[in-house]
Nanobody
Framework: QVQLAESGGGLVQAGGSLRLSCAAS????????MGWFRQAPGKEREFVAS????????NYVDSVKGRFTISRDNAKNTVYLQMNSLKPEDTADYYC???????????????????WGKGTLVTVSS
């Protein structure tokens, strides 16, 4: 199993930037697929981005492409989400997630991942 702890959320003006971090515990955490999801008030959870164990393969939801970047540091068992050019519609609880299975963005899109953090709130003001 792996435990996940997000940090870095907060209040930012539209056009601003934030970097979310997710620390993963567990000896095999560096081999897991990692991802970020978000859930806005009154909406369903949404896939945001994923990254494979090596960091060489990433996927993003269309609405964040070109603005968000997912990365990982396996030596620190940490995954990041750099969010630039933030918009009010990016306001949501952001959840870090991990999965020990093969990298399959379609599965992540439909079913999420196996392990979840508790979330961190990002609020973008207009």
């Amino acid at each position: 199993q792996v435990q996940l702890a997000e940090s870095g959320g907060g209040l930012v003006q539209a056009g601003g930037s934030l970097r979310l971090s997710c620390a993963a515990s567990g000896r095999t955490a560096s081999s897991y697929v990692m991802g970020w999801f978000r859930q806005a008030p009154g909406k369903e959870r949404e896939f945001v981005a994923s990254i494979n164990w090596s960091g060489r393969t990433t996927n993003y939801v269309d609405s964040v492409k070109g603005r968000f970047t997912i990365s990982r540091d396996n030596a620190k068992n940490t995954v990041y989400l750099q969010m630039n050019s933030l918009k009010p519609e990016d306001t949501a609880d952001y959840y870090c997630a991990a999965d020990p299975r093969t990298y399959d963005p379609q599965r992540f899109l439909k079913y999420g991942m196996s392990y979840w953090g508790k979330g961190t709130l990002v609020t973008v003001s207009s």
